[in-house]
């Protein structure tokens, strides 16, 4: 026998796939890749020309009634939802309207999972985003229940269950976010998505920030350092620096705070993301407040500032401008901090912003002019304006 | 949101496409057709050979996972690992939902291919190119190899030669293989 004719065979064939299976995938992909096309100037066109409140009543309309329509639409609910959360939650309750009633038959069972899934999920992130905190959790529920009997899906259902550990974090549920978030780590690492995996370092970290753990914060973050640069992810490795810098801030190494604030200032600013740098250059002028440099840290702020106003960012400006009024008050210059809050009111007021966040900048003005203002009293304002965001409707109750 | 949670918690952007930005253009449908021939087996072996789901059902699986990718292209950044960690996942998921009637083989496990080795033994050209592929080995990965697919000797075979676990020596074959299939490409490049 030859050597050749004792060779074991290796056979294991080469399986055909059912030729009705894949008449049924390329029907499917041909049916999604049309339905892309020109979905984007539909949901943008008919979301212009509707009125917001009559936003609902386009679930009847057939061009919005397809997996290309209801992924434009997820676009929406998340390039609104930090910026205009109201519209984002209104846009998300069309696409889970939308999904919810596409019929049984209009895509495979696992594509309709998808569609559902992906909706629900973004109702809840709007949700999220509108502190309704319960209500968003019931629709990360809602899209799990559409993914559940499908062991295909984990990784969509990864990215829902991510979804709901950043949901716990802000409702301070920090241990089930914690082991959520575990979970999403193995799934991502097994089909290879480094993005999202990096995602779920960093918002591990960012609950040890939240909980007060700054140094185990710090090194967390910088443990993602090099994984970030590895997958050559500019925006991520930015928001790692920004947030060391964070951290190293309350630790009080404002050395290292410094220079993370400037790899990220670089690396933004290379990436055109103007308002995220004004963004990390904030965080640089409370470091210099916060460090008891008053000067250099009014003068910072007041750049920023200038920077938000160009983006026409009223409210972000007036934010800003509060930490330079809690900056004057702490160097004891109350004439100027009350001047400065004056002004914050005559911007809001003309830029016909909420007239509750108006009532809570002329108390802080009033407070300060009867010396009955600290840094605490500015802090509320603040905070309860960041909250006019969520909560339109919520009353000012004064401290002072 | 403060600034430190709004650059924090930008992990909204992540969840739909954003990394688009990573493909230019999604795959047409041709694109999508060669992906169903070219990874249907594979999906299939991992159900069977790894996960040992039975020969339908696998294939129920690997259709369902290629059906999962298309909705997912543009945000897939390496198709081969998405690929394989969903038909894994959705195997476990399977067997989850199947509890286990029959009770595993070891001797069968053993001996079942590597569903990443048994790709890469089809990247050699025929048996023959095999046999030149171990010229280019050491010598025990030769004795290994040869003991495997000349000899016809099983893990455990192979094992109690060497006077090693079958695990090990499952990993070796393997090893070996990759080796193979290195070396024996590196040679077919230097001719």
Redesign the interface.
Same mark, same amino acid.
């Given at each position: 026998m030859s050597d050749h004719e004792k060779v074991v065979p290796f056979d294991r064939g080469q399986r055909q796939p059912d030729p009705a299976r894949v008449a049924e995938f390329a029907a499917t992909a041909r049916k999604l890749q049309q339905e892309r096309e020109g979905a984007a100037a539909t949901v943008t066109r008919l979301l212009a020309e509707t009125p917001y409140a009559e936003w609902p009543k386009l679930a009847q309309r057939e061009e919005l009634r397809n997996s290309g329509a209801l992924d434009e639409l997820s676009r929406e609910v998340v390039s609104r939802v930090d910026r205009v959360p109201l519209e984002s939650l209104a846009i998300a309750q069309l696409g889970t309207a939308v999904a919810d009633s596409l019929s049984a038959s209009s895509y495979p069972v696992v594509v309709l999972a998808q569609i559902r899934a992906q909706a629900w999920k973004d109702r809840g992130l709007a949700l999220c985003y509108l502190a309704r905190y319960p209500e968003a959790l019931e629709a990360f529920d809602r899209a799990e229940d559409a993914l559940r009997p499908f062991g295909t899906l984990a990784h969509d259902r990864a990215i829902v269950q991510f979804a709901r550990a950043t949901t716990l974090q802000e409702a301070k549920r920090y241990d089930e976010s914690f082991a959520l978030l575990g979970e999403c780590k193995t799934i991502f690492i097994d089909h290879g998505d480094t993005r999202r995996h990096l995602m779920c370092g960093i918002a591990e970290a960012a609950l040890l920030h939240r909980m007060g753990k700054f140094a185990e914060a710090r090194t967390a973050y910088s443990d993602l350092l090099e994984q970030a640069t590895e997958i050559n992810d500019r925006s991520l490795l930015a928001s790692i620096h920004n947030n060391i810098g964070h951290s190293s801030i309350e630790l009080g190494d404002y050395t290292s705070a410094a220079d993370h604030l400037d790899r990220a200032v670089r690396i933004l600013t290379e990436l055109g993301q103007p308002l995220h740098v004004a963004r990390a250059e904030l965080a640089r002028g409370r470091m210099f407040v916060r460090k008891g440099d008053y000067e250099t840290g009014i003068a910072h702020l007041h750049s920023v500032r200038q920077q938000f106003l160009k983006h026409n960012l009223v409210e972000e400006a007036g934010l800003c401008g509060l930490d330079i009024v809690e900056a004057h008050l702490l160097r004891a210059s109350t004439i100027e901090a009350e001047a400065f809050a004056w002004q914050i009111v005559r911007e809001f007021t003309a830029a016909q912003l909420n007239a509750r966040a108006i009532t809570a900048l002329g108390y802080l003005s009033e407070a300060i002019a009867a010396r009955n203002a600290s840094v605490a009293t500015v802090q509320h304002v603040r905070q309860f304006i960041r909250n006019l965001r969520k909560q339109p409707e919520a009353e000012f109750v004064a401290t002072a | 949101?403060?600034?430190? @949670?709004?650059?924090? *918690?930008?992990? $909204?952007?992540?969840?739909?496409?954003?990394?688009t930005l990573l493909t230019n253009h999604?795959p047409?449908?041709r694109q999508?057709?060669v992906v169903?021939?070219g990874y249907?087996?594979l999906l299939?072996?991992i159900a069977i050979h790894k996960f040992r789901v039975p020969d339908s059902e696998a294939?129920t @699986?690997?259709?369902? *996972?290629?059906? $999962?990718y298309?909705?997912?292209s543009h945000d897939?950044?390496?198709l081969?690992?998405?690929l394989v960690?969903?038909?894994?996942?959705?195997?476990?998921?399977?067997w989850?939902?199947n509890s286990r009637t029959v009770p595993t083989d070891a001797e069968t496990d053993l001996d079942r291919?590597d569903p990443a080795s048994?790709r890469i033994?089809d990247s050699l050209p025929d048996?023959?190119a095999?046999?030149e592929a171990l010229e280019c080995l050491n010598e025990r990965c030769r004795e290994i190899l040869s003991m495997?697919?000349?000899?016809?000797c099983t893990v455990i075979e192979i094992a109690e030669r060497l006077g090693i676990k079958p695990k090990y020596a499952q990993k070796l074959i393997a090893k070996c293989l990759r080796r193979a299939e290195t070396l024996y490409g590196e040679k077919g490049k230097m001719q």
């Open positions: - | 949101m403060n600034t430190y @949670l709004r650059i924090v *918690v930008r992990w $909204s952007s992540i969840q739909n496409g954003a990394m999604l047409d449908e999508f057709e169903y021939a249907f087996d299939v072996q294939e @699986l690997a259709h369902d *996972v290629l059906i $999962s298309l909705r997912k897939v950044i390496e081969r690992p998405w960690g969903a038909i894994c996942h959705a195997s476990r998921h399977y989850r939902l291919a048994v033994l048996q023959l095999a046999r495997r697919y000349f000899e016809g």
